[in-house]
C-alpha cells in the first residue's frame, strides 16, 4: 500500500508521519497493496484537518474530519473509511445474493 501525505499549514514531523502510517495499517485487510492512498494534513488556525482518499475497484474513498487535535482528526477520518469500506464489503455481499435469489426464482 502506497502512502502520499500532504502537510499545509505547518512543517512535517516524523511522530506525525509514523502516526498515519501506523493508523492506515488497519485499511490493509480491506484493500490491496496496489492502492495509493492520499492524506492531507492542515493547520488552520484552531482547527486541524486530517483527509484521507483513494480510489478502489470503481469507488472513491474519502473521508475528512475537523478538530482541535491532528490525532483525533486522523484517529475519526480513519474510523470512518473502516465503515465506508466495511458498508462496501457489505453491499457488494448482499447483491450477489439477491442475483442468486432472482435466478433460483426464474427456474
Do not use: C, W
Not at 55 to 69: L, M
Not at 74 to 92: A, F, H, Y
Request: proline share 2%.
Amino acid at each position: 500500500m502506497n502512502l502520499n501525505i500532504r502537510f499545509k499549514g505547518f512543517e512535517s514531523s516524523d511522530s506525525l508521519k509514523n502516526y498515519v502510517e501506523d493508523k492506515v495499517e488497519k485499511l490493509r485487510k480491506y484493500i490491496p497493496p496496489t492502492v495509493t492512498i492520499t492524506t492531507t494534513l492542515t493547520d488552520q488556525d484552531q482547527r486541524k484537518a486530517a483527509e484521507f482518499s483513494f480510489h478502489h475497484q470503481g469507488i472513491n474513498f474519502v473521508a475528512k474530519q475537523t478538530s482541535e487535535n491532528m490525532f483525533q482528526s486522523i484517529d475519526e477520518s480513519i474510523d470512518k473509511l473502516v465503515r465506508q469500506l466495511g458498508k462496501s464489503k457489505g453491499k457488494k455481499i448482499n447483491r450477489s445474493d439477491s442475483i442468486k435469489n432472482m435466478e433460483q426464482e426464474e427456474e
